[in-house]
């Protein structure tokens, strides 16, 4: 179907190591990638975008990559810190509909 | 943060009622849209707007009707509230919509709907 999905569901790190959650989408159309952040009973807010003509995008100590061949792209945060702990999504849009598809979501939880 | 704003942003009403949400944006964006937030779905669509009195549905949008009289409001009325209707609800926008630049969505602070 035309989903979106967001692995892992959880997880659980230690104060300074690196995060990684994967997302996979079906519309190889599909052009331009964004993750959202979003703190317990807050909105989900964008942290980082990627568009089609590049593999890799970092903003400090977030990166967002992306592989259009096996239609998957990644976030990394590195030296996690407990502020960190919160729910990412990922998106990705739909040719045929131009509806943008969110993952079902991660819950990251960073241990001090 | 973008110049969404919501109301009411937390509201208890009984089956069979209606309700109405409202989204008010001061950014003058062209598309507007209301999201549900349900544990395990992420954000699914419920409908959009892109334009004055121009609307369309979404993934989930039975049980729902949406209305856009000015470019700054846009209201999700709930006919007949069911138990299945609990959810948090997020109004957002964008300037442009699917794969065009400036597309964008930011979020409104949400609106907490129990229905008992």
Redesign the interface.
């Known amino acids: 179907g035309e989903n979106v999905e967001q692995h892992p569901s959880t997880l659980s790190v230690q104060e300074g190591d690196s995060a990684v959650i994967k997302c996979t989408y079906s519309d190889s159309a599909s052009n331009y990638f964004p993750w959202y952040k979003q703190e317990l009973g807050k909105r989900p807010q964008l942290i980082i975008d990627i568009r089609s003509n590049v593999g890799e995008k970092k903003d400090q100590r977030i990166a967002v990559t992306l592989n259009k061949t096996a239609k998957h792209f990644s976030l990394h945060i590195t030296e996690t810190q407990p502020e960190d702990s919160a729910v990412y999504f990922c998106a990705a849009p739909f040719y045929k509909d131009n509806d943008m598809r969110f993952g079902a979501g991660t819950r990251l939880t960073v241990k001090p | ?1 973008a110049g969404i704003t919501q109301s009411p942003r937390h509201k208890v009403t009984e089956t069979g009622t209606p309700v109405t949400l409202r989204c008010h944006q001061t950014e003058n964006h062209r598309y507007m849209y209301w999201y549900r937030q349900d544990p ?6 419920i409908h959009y707007s892109y334009g004055v009195k121009d609307t369309d549905k ?2 989930v949008s039975d049980g729902y009707s949406v209305s856009r009289s000015k470019t700054e409001d846009f209201l999700l009325t709930l006919e007949s509230a069911t138990s299945s209707q609990t959810s948090v609800y ?1 109004c957002a926008i964008s300037e442009s ?3 065009n630049s400036g ?8 609106s907490w709907l129990t229905v008992v």
């Open positions: 943060d395990g779905h992420g954000l699914r669509l979404g993934e997020f919509r699917g794969q597309n964008t969505i930011y979020f409104g602070e949400g």
